[in-house]
C-alpha cells in the first residue's frame, strides 16, 4: 500500500467554482501535511501545510485533515485561472523532513 | 536572489548508457534533495545532501547515486539508464540543517530524462 493515495483528476472546472482536491494516507504516525503546486514546466512550490486535525486557512485555499480517517483536503473557493495547476499533497516521512513522499498529484483547469 | 538551477533541462539517452544530472542550489543553501517525477508514481524522493554529506536515502537501486561539492552543487549519477528511468528529475535545496515542515524546500524546474 502507497503511503500516501490522491484522487488522480484531471479536474476541470468554471472560474468561481470551490475546488476539493482530496488523498489519502495510510500511517496513522504522520503528523504534519502538505499541499504543493506546480505550475507547467516548473518544479513544485510549497503552498499550505497543517499539523495533526483539522483546518487551516490562507486566503482561498483550506487545509483539512481528518486523522481518524486518513484523509487530507485542499479547497479552494472561488478559483482562478492562474490556479490551473497540478495539486500535490504531501508528507514528511522519518528520517527528516527532507524527505517526503507525495501524491501523484491532480492536475486542475479553471476555465474562464 | 537566483533560483535553483539545473542543467540540462532536456536529455535524451539511451538504454544501457549513463547520465549525469547537475543541480545548482539557492545561494547560501546547503542541503540539496533529489527526486523523481514520473505520471505514474508520482515525485519520489531519491536522497539528500548536506556538507557534502549524504543523510537520507530513497529505495532506488544502486544505480542511482548523487555526490555533493564543497559549494553546494549537486550532480546525481544514473548509470546503465532502463526505459523506466524516463522521468523528470527534480533537486530542490533549503537553508537549513534541521529542516522542520515550515522551513521551504525550494526546487529547481526539473531536468526531462527520455530514455529510448
Known amino acids: 500500500q502507497k503511503e500516501v493515495e490522491q484522487d488522480p483528476g484531471p479536474l476541470s472546472v468554471p472560474e468561481g467554482a470551490i475546488v476539493s482536491l482530496n488523498c489519502t494516507y495510510s500511517?496513522?504516525?504522520?503528523?504534519?501535511f502538505m499541499w504543493y503546486r506546480q505550475y507547467s514546466r516548473k518544479g513544485p512550490e510549497l503552498l499550505m501545510y497543517?499539523?495533526?486535525?483539522g483546518n487551516k486557512e490562507d486566503g482561498r485555499f483550506t487545509a483539512q485533515v481528518d486523522k481518524s480517517s486518513k484523509y487530507i483536503s485542499l479547497f479552494i473557493r472561488d478559483s482562478q485561472p492562474s490556479d490551473s495547476a497540478t495539486y500535490l499533497c504531501a508528507i514528511p516521512l522519518p528520517g527528516g523532513y527532507q524527505k517526503v513522499t507525495f501524491g501523484t498529484g491532480t492536475k486542475l483547469q479553471v476555465i474562464p | 536572489k537566483a533560483g535553483v538551477t539545473q542543467t540540462p533541462r532536456y536529455l535524451i539517452k539511451t538504454r544501457g548508457q549513463q547520465v549525469t544530472l547537475s543541480c545548482s542550489p539557492i545561494s547560501g543553501h546547503r542541503s540539496v534533495s533529489w527526486y523523481q517525477q514520473t505520471p505514474g508514481q508520482g515525485l519520489q524522493f531519491l536522497f539528500e545532501?548536506?556538507?557534502?554529506?549524504?543523510?537520507n536515502k530513497g529505495n532506488f537501486p544502486g544505480r542511482f547515486s548523487g555526490r555533493q561539492f564543497s559549494n553546494s552543487r549537486s550532480e546525481m549519477n544514473v548509470s546503465t539508464l532502463e526505459l523506466g528511468d524516463s522521468a523528470l528529475y527534480l533537486c530542490?535545496?533549503?537553508?537549513?540543517?534541521?529542516?522542520?515542515?515550515?522551513?521551504?524546500?525550494?526546487f529547481g524546474p526539473g531536468t526531462r530524462l527520455t530514455v529510448l
Open positions: 500511517n496513522s504516525a504522520f503528523q504534519y
Open positions: 545532501y548536506f556538507s557534502e554529506t549524504q543523510r
Open positions: 530542490a535545496s533549503s537553508s537549513k540543517k534541521i529542516m522542520t515542515v515550515t522551513d521551504t524546500q525550494y
Open positions: 497543517t499539523y495533526s486535525s
